[in-house]
């Protein structure tokens, strides 16, 4: 044990006896792989604003946000509002509530490619929809998207993320607009989908290269493939998504995170004339049900969080990530440890090497970043083990400045340890 570990276990003794409980009734003490990290992840007792408190009643500066969706933050006053005054009437119904219909009209208003929107409970969710009715439109099977690109734990749609393609799934490499046009003209004929995020979220916020997006969308049209464009985390990055900042027109959208407020919520949106598979009006539609989509508490909450998300409040996000990015950069520099980073709006990486990696799992600083992501937690802040970073509109420039100190004693830790 170092003394960067022996610091958070005498900080979290209750989280570690809660580990202890956990471990008895779930496999590893885990209900959610990207999480947990070594010796045990944390026991949140509450968050508020853009801090959390754990059982031990350390206060964390989150720049996680749980993982990009908490855009406003916690127990955002709005929100918990609209939630509480939902609440007093029932919280899920079979059949549609004005809330429902209200996002749905929001999502359609803001997002370029949304003409008509399906409602589900997370973005896997999503995807697997999306992956659906592209194959009963097309009568085709394979999906194709970018090696280590994530759209949720579907099988099919999981693949990528680890690297390899399989019975019914294809892959291209993000970056290389030639790799999904050979893939499309050799078997553009068995291709259902060509599934992209605009920004890759889980292999280190890689943004595209000048025109990669529409060479590959280009290219999934005339082989007459659906394009599925992944927005469920670059959705807080413009008003309309990053398919406005790209000017991409793809056939469906996935969402979920922000359009939920906080609560479980995923969605498909896009061409009417496509989204119309699902019509329960017309003979032999798309069967698609599930007890808790568009319920009238995610919808409530959902319609406050997209409503509030201005674009005056996404610039100010991305001005302070830049700031956050530059200042990292100089903390590093001053602590003489190798370090990178990606920033694309409010969204950040961070990387314990001299150079970003490309699009990959497979990163050289795995311990490091290990021991940096345990350092920051003692010194209350709260980011992903991966070094995934998410700013919210709570931040204010006065807590960058607080952030900025708090990482610079991290930093200073792993330098040490590093001697």
């Known amino acids: 044990m170092n003394a960067i570990e022996e610091r958070f276990r005498k900080q979290t003794v209750k989280s570690a006896q809660l580990a202890e409980r956990a471990e008895r009734v779930m496999p590893g003490g885990d209900t ?14 509450r968050g508020e604003g853009p801090f959390l408190f754990d059982v031990d009643g350390n206060r964390y500066i989150d720049l996680l946000g749980n993982y990009t969706s908490l855009v406003h933050g916690h127990a955002y006053p709005p929100i918990g509002e609209a939630l509480a005054r939902a609440a007093r009437e029932g919280t899920a119904w079979p059949a549609r509530s004005r809330a429902q219909i209200e996002l749905a009209e929001l999502l359609c208003e803001r997002i370029p490619a949304v003409e008509s929107v399906r409602f589900c409970n997370s973005g896997t969710e999503a995807g697997m929809l999306a992956a659906r009715v592209a194959r009963h439109l097309t009568g085709r099977k394979f999906v194709l998207m970018a090696r280590y690109g994530y759209h949720g734990s579907y099988d099919d749609l999981e693949l990528g993320l680890l690297g390899h393609d399989g019975e ?26 060509v599934f992209l995020e605009p920004v890759l979220g889980s292999s280190g916020v890689v943004a595209p290269p000048d025109g990669f997006l529409q060479r590959v969308a280009d290219a999934a049209q005339r082989s007459g493939a659906l394009l599925v464009l992944d927005e469920v985390i670059t959705l807080r990055l413009s008003e309309g998504g990053a398919q406005k900042i790209f000017k991409l027109k793809p056939d469906l959208i996935m969402m979920g995170k922000i359009i939920g407020g906080g609560m479980p919520v995923g969605a498909l ?18 069967l698609h049900s599930g007890t808790f989509n568009g319920n009238v508490l995610t919808c409530s909450a959902g319609l406050v969080s997209v409503r509030e998300l201005t674009q005056q409040r996404i610039d100010k996000m991305e001005a302070q990530a830049r700031r956050l990015a530059e200042e990292f950069k100089r903390l590093a520099r001053q602590s003489e440890i190798p370090f990178s980073v990606r920033q694309f709006g409010s969204l950040m990486n961070i990387f314990f090497t001299n ?61 040490r340890q590093m001697a």
């Open 269 to 286: 949106g896009g061409r009417a004339e496509l989204m119309a598979a699902f019509d329960p009006r017309e003979r032999h539609s798309l």
């Open 168 to 193: 019914r799934t294809l892959l291209g490499e993000f970056g290389r607009a030639d790799t999904f046009e050979q893939l499309l003209g050799q078997r553009g004929s068995e291709i259902a989908a």
């Open 32 to 45: 959610r792989t990207t999480t947990y990290h070594r010796p045990y992840p944390l026991a949140i007792d």
């Open 355 to 415: 150079v970003a990696p490309p699009a990959t799992m497979v990163r050289e600083d795995l311990r490091t970043m290990a021991q940096f992501h345990l350092a920051a937690l003692n010194h209350g802040i709260f980011i992903a083990p991966r070094g995934l970073i998410a700013l919210s509109t709570v931040i204010s420039d006065k807590l960058v400045e607080e952030i900025c100190e708090r990482v610079s004693a991290a930093m200073a830790d792993v330098a």
